[in-house]
């Protein structure tokens, strides 16, 4: 157990619907990253948000955004979405005082028909 | 950006095999991870290690940062080590965005 939960575990959207998925983060960090993980593929870094500021994004369309709360916790929001967007979803979080790792949750699987 | 490579992309062994897998990555880097990724998707921790060597159990893992590589070493595997490990790497140290790997898929038969 990483203390790293999200929600829900699936979802099934169609295309051009919106969506949003939620993190919480492990207790005493500040920092969570988002990432895409597709069917065979390694997860890809989407965005991370520090102290509810976006700070650092991957290579990711406008219509992926997200976003942070004074309790640490995270939204990732997909607006307009492609049947591509289908994916696991990981967050993950961190505390800028630890050098080792982040912690990732169990993952959002979102399904998009 | 930096590149992460991983091999075997597949291997299966019987019950009580070891292996070794790969990870080469294409500039210095301040942070190297290793994670097992189980069926249900989540992803666990093994080792942080941007360089030398770690133990942990049946598991060790070396990274020679130099030579821009890193080996993960399985001993007397068992059908739990199943799943898919992925090498993961960034240029700073701690929360900095991971690159990953697309993975080495293990399977153990018993």
């Known amino acids: 157990e990483t203390g790293v939960t999200q929600s829900p575990t699936h979802l099934i959207k169609t295309r051009g619907q919106q969506v949003t998925l939620r993190c919480s983060s492990q207790?005493?960090?500040?920092?969570v990253s988002w990432y895409q993980q597709a069917l065979g593929q390694g997860p890809q870094f989407i965005f991370q948000?520090?102290?509810?500021?976006?700070?650092g994004r991957g290579n990711f369309p406008p219509r992926f955004s997200g976003l942070q709360f004074p309790n640490y916790s995270s939204e990732l929001n997909v607006n307009a979405l492609e049947l591509d967007d289908s994916a696991l979803y990981l967050c993950a979080s961190s505390s800028r005082l630890e050098r080792e790792t982040q912690y990732f949750g169990p993952g959002t699987r979102l399904l998009v028909l | 950006g930096i590149q992460v490579e991983q091999s075997p992309p597949d291997l299966i062994l019987q019950e009580g095999a070891n292996s070794t897998l790969r990870c080469n990555f294409s500039?210095?880097?301040?942070?190297l991870q290793w994670f097992h990724q189980n069926p249900w998707g989540q992803l666990i921790n093994l080792f942080y290690?941007?360089?030398g060597t770690k133990q942990n159990g049946r598991l060790s893992a070396t990274t020679v940062a130099t030579e821009r590589y890193s080996l993960l070493y399985i001993s007397s595997s068992q059908t739990t080590d199943s799943g898919v490990y992925f090498c993961a790497a960034s240029r700073n140290s701690g929360n900095t965005p991971l690159v990953f790997g697309k993975g080495t898929r293990l399977s153990v038969i018993a």
């Open positions: 500039d210095s880097v301040n942070n």
């Open positions: 948000y520090y102290r509810e500021e976006e700070n």
């Open positions: 207790s005493g960090h500040n920092t």
């Open positions: 290690i941007p360089s």
